[in-house]
């Protein structure tokens, strides 16, 4: 991991604003529910909006089919209580898990299970069904996590780069 951080995010030639800010891309669209597409996503906001496309990799990845649900879950409480100011997302919250419990193919290993086309695609039926409290609290998520990645990084360049002066060009 140390290599992978030292060697791929703090060693890039850019500079610290644009390393940070594909950091800070990165938890975005890695806290949004675009499983399958947030690579192509990601790469496109880096690239439009002047980021650096490597720094974000890592954590676009912060949803993945092992995280998915809990992150997902925790998202769409936060989007309901920004939305509806409801604190008790108990009653609308057990529907929500039962539906994902009850999901095609939800009985198979999750090794299995990340392979089943019908889970998938029940699975994006309930983030549909999720809506816009999903992507609030997703959007919320991402920033605040890409606000700490972006301040972290920019940090973490800076001071590695003072103590690892790149030699003079010929």
């Given at each position: 991991m140390r290599h992978l951080v030292v060697h791929n995010i703090l060693h890039l030639d850019d500079t610290p604003h644009r390393i940070a800010f594909g950091v800070f891309l990165g938890f975005l669209v890695g806290a949004t529910p675009t499983i399958g597409i947030q690579m192509v996503v990601y790469v496109a906001l880096a690239a439009l909006l002047g980021a650096n496309k490597i720094s974000g990799i890592l954590p676009v990845w912060l949803s993945n089919p092992i995280t998915a649900v809990p992150l997902f879950y925790g998202n769409w409480r936060i989007g309901r209580f920004l939305m509806q100011g409801d604190t008790d997302a108990s009653g609308a919250g057990r529907a929500l898990i039962e539906k994902v419990i009850s999901l095609p193919g939800a009985d198979l290993p999750l090794h299995q299970r990340l392979f089943n086309a019908e889970f998938w695609s029940a699975a994006m039926?309930?983030?549909v069904a999720m809506g816009a409290e999903l992507w609030v609290g997703s959007i919320v998520v991402g920033v605040v996590a890409g606000?700490?990645?972006?301040?972290?990084?920019?940090q973490a360049v800076l001071a590695y780069r003072r103590h690892h002066?790149?030699?003079p060009e010929p």
């Open positions: 039926d309930a983030f606000a700490l990645g972006y301040w972290a990084t920019y002066p790149h030699p």
